[in-house]
């Protein structure tokens, strides 16, 4: 169960000021680069700020600009119902298929998944798909990840490790262009100084603001007389610096009591009456193609055939357009239960929701009953030429090249080994990039617990064979992390066979580990002893000259001097990670930002060893925000920082 976008909530009618206008640049780059810019983006901001509006216009200029665009909005609720429904149909992996093929997913009120456990690790799955497969998710929550209550600490990294911004209160010159623009789309006109007299008040929010234009709006359409400053004040309270004569007092008086006895939302609700009684009047073959629409793009189906049709003025033959698009659907339908039987990830594949490709899902559906379908293949995301080598990886890498150069033949398997953040699933992404270039190569690439949920589908679809010969076909296999093979004895026993398959055939197999394989605790001795039959590589901390190489790459990104001195401090600053690293440029880009000083050594020294410098308090709150043709984002919000390009992940996208 999903929502449809409201067409009123694009980017078009959005108000942009102050302390809005870094969340609606965030958003308008990631619809025109979903999967590559900012992934997650997480929008946070009170009640009624426009968080939901922004999150809708993503949508709308998304589908815009590429119509193929496979797009859902839902809130978390909405979510969690569509769960449940799914398990208590047994439909748990057709759920989850559902969403992972999703190419802009938009989810709002994150805020409640406080003390829902197992929808976090529901979502948490959710987002590391859609990341790893290119396709973009934006979260809108009341507050802060790291403020939602009992949220999964891995969520919070998650979500951190895109670009977290908010939204704050409009300041007067927005509030003054909101109501500017309501009262235009209202046909309604009022005398100079009336709109600017409502926003001299600081609503705490756009809904309170909209609230009182009602008001003004009903008032004046009450009267003969178009009210000025003065008397808008007394309609909403609003104290004046000077007393209105008896006379108008009276009369302001006795409107205001008039407009008092009705609410602010009687007045939508008149304009909703309006609305009702026009559509009544519109020709009933419109009311059929829209309920259509309506309903089969709520099952996640292209409509794109049923559109068309509200285009013309009095097209033929309605009825019957409908019902052979309802038989294309149907049609579909079919398709994808038939191929969900044989491979769950290839029937989430967004041709069977398009009636329009039906030969294409025909095609799609035949390559599987032939078992010729692919398994998953490694991540774009992760270009071998963008991995920063150093001393530190120095190894490993060179042991890449020679698996990439004779796969199968001098290191199988070869196991890299090193805690998160060092750049392991970059580095075994990379590889089966570069191992899939080669004639007839079938690469198959994924995490460890994708593997085991693999196995237990097909275990519980009663077609382990399938599964078994889609990964025989390969001509590699990279698992990720494989100590999560911990405990799980089925898993292991069918790794084990297979490992011996590929091995034997001169298969390459690469592995990642937190560490050597012999300190893994619940693998099968069987199992380690195959994985140090290999080579071992391990990744150490990012030495000095890696860390001088990945902050060169990160400064010329931001369009920053390349400062001898800067570098130099930086990176003789010990560090654990890139990800360490990467937040100690932020911290000093920020500092920079915030006082519009340039960024140089001895401000970040000052902002890493002493107090941080200090913030500007004059003035009006503003976003700061600085857009530089790479594409980075520096603001004087707090936020947290993501390198907008795929290929500028220095070493991985860090768990």
Known sequence: MTSALNPRFSFETFVVGAANRLAVTAGRTVAENPGSAYNPLFIYSGSGLGKTHVLMAIGHAAKTIAAQLNIEYLTLDEYVEAFHAAIAAGQGDAFRRRFQNVDVLLVDDVQFLTNRKEMQAELLRLTEALQQSGHQIVLASDRPPAEIADLDERLISRFSGGLVVDMGIPDYETRVAILRRKAEERGSKFQPGVLEAVAKVEYPNVRELMGALNRLVAFQAVNDTPMNAEAASKVLGIPTAASPTAASSTAVSSAAASSAAASPDEFSQF????????????????????????????????????????????????????????????????????????????????????????????????????????????????????????????????????????????????????????????????????????????????????????????????????????????????????????????????????????????????????????????????????????????????????????????????????????????????????????????????????????????????????????RRTAGLRTSGIVVSSAGGVRSREKMVWDWPGASDRVIEDLR
């Open 271 to 614: 304009l909703t009456d309006v609305t009702v009684t026009v559509g009544k009047a519109v020709e009933a073959w419109r009311a059929r193609v829209t309920e259509a629409v309506l309903r089969w793009e709520g099952e996640g189906y292209r409509t794109g055939r049923l559109e068309k049709l509200l285009e013309q003025e009095t097209p033929a033959a309605v009825d019957e357009a409908i019902a052979a698009y309802v038989q294309d659907v149907e049609r579909l339908k079919a398709l994808e239960a038939e191929v969900a039987v044989l491979d769950p990830q290839a029937a989430g594949e967004k041709v069977f929701r398009d009636p329009d490709r039906m030969k294409a899902a025909e095609a799609a559906a035949a390559k599987v009953r032939d078992g010729a379908a692919p398994p998953p293949a490694p991540s774009a995301a992760f270009p071998f030429d963008s991995y920063v080598a150093g001393a530190s990886n120095e190894v490993a890498l060179s042991a890449a090249r020679d698996v990439i150069a004779k796969p199968g033949k001098k290191y199988n398997p070869l196991v890299i080994a090193g805690k998160s953040g060092l750049g392991k699933t970059h580095l075994l992404n990379a590889i089966g990039l570069e191992l899939a270039k080669k004639k007839n190569a079938i690469v198959a690439c994924l995490s460890t617990q994708a593997f085991v949920d693999e196995l237990i589908a097909a275990i519980d679809g009663n077609r382990v064979d399938w599964w078994r010969a889609r990964y025989r076909r390969a001509t590699a296999l990279l698992l990720d992390d494989i100590h999560l093979l911990a405990g799980k004895e089925r898993t292991q026993e069918e790794l084990f066979n297979l490992f011996n398959q590929l091995v034997d055939a001169d298969r390459q197999l690469i592995f990642t580990a937190p560490s050597h394989p012999n300190t893994l605790e619940g693998l099968e001795e069987r199992i380690v002893s195959r994985l140090e039959g290999g080579l071992v590589a391990e990744i150490a901390e990012p030495d000095k000259e890696l860390r001088r190489s990945v902050l060169e790459r990160l400064l010329t990104q931001q369009r920053l001097p390349l400062e001898p001195a800067l570098v130099d401090y930086l990176a003789d600053r010990p560090v654990d990670s890139v990800r360490s690293l990467t937040g100690v440029v932020q911290r000093v880009v920020e500092a920079a930002a915030a006082q519009d000083a340039p960024v140089t050594a001895g401000l970040a020294r000052e902002v890493l060893e002493g107090a941080p410098p200090p």
